[in-house]
């Protein structure tokens, strides 16, 4: 099992900052794949970003240039550093962890991670 615990969220206005994270705890943090999700009020949970044990990363198009994402393997903590916000950035934010098997191909399909947490709420103002 592992339980995961995301923070940092919040209310900010249109081209602001926040650092949202995810703290792991359970089973070896360097087993998961750890990913970002979001969800909209009426749309579906949509993949933000993912990165392995190794610091690979990979990102949404609609986010990259923006968002960074990050992990502290000593910590057991992820992270996602969003810049440059935007209204339709706004979303509960997720974290999430999938085991680290899985291929590039898979790491946006949300049904594959085997772990969440309960979300964090991101709004931007415009």
């Known amino acids: 099992q592992v339980q995961l615990v995301e923070s940092g969220g919040g209310l900010v206005q249109a081209g602001g900052s926040l650092r949202l994270s995810c703290a792991a705890s359970?089973?070896?943090?360097?087993?998961?794949?750890m990913g970002w999700f979001r969800q909209a009020p009426g749309k579906e949970r949509e993949f933000v970003a993912a990165?392995?044990?190794?610091?690979?990363?990979y990102y949404a198009n609609s986010v990259k240039g923006r968002f960074t994402i990050s992990r502290d393997n000593a910590k057991n903590t992820v992270y996602l550093q969003v810049n440059n916000l935007k209204p339709e950035d706004t979303a509960r934010y997720y974290c999430?962890?999938?085991?680290?098997?899985?291929?590039?191909?898979?790491?946006?399909?949300?049904?594959?991670?085997?772990?969440w947490g309960q979300g964090t709420q991101v709004t931007v103002s415009s």
């Open positions: 359970g089973r070896t943090f360097s087993t998961y794949v």
């Open positions: 990165i392995r044990w190794s610091g690979s990363t």
């Open positions: 999430a962890a999938a085991p680290t098997s899985l291929g590039p191909a898979h790491l946006m399909s949300s049904t594959l991670y085997d772990y």
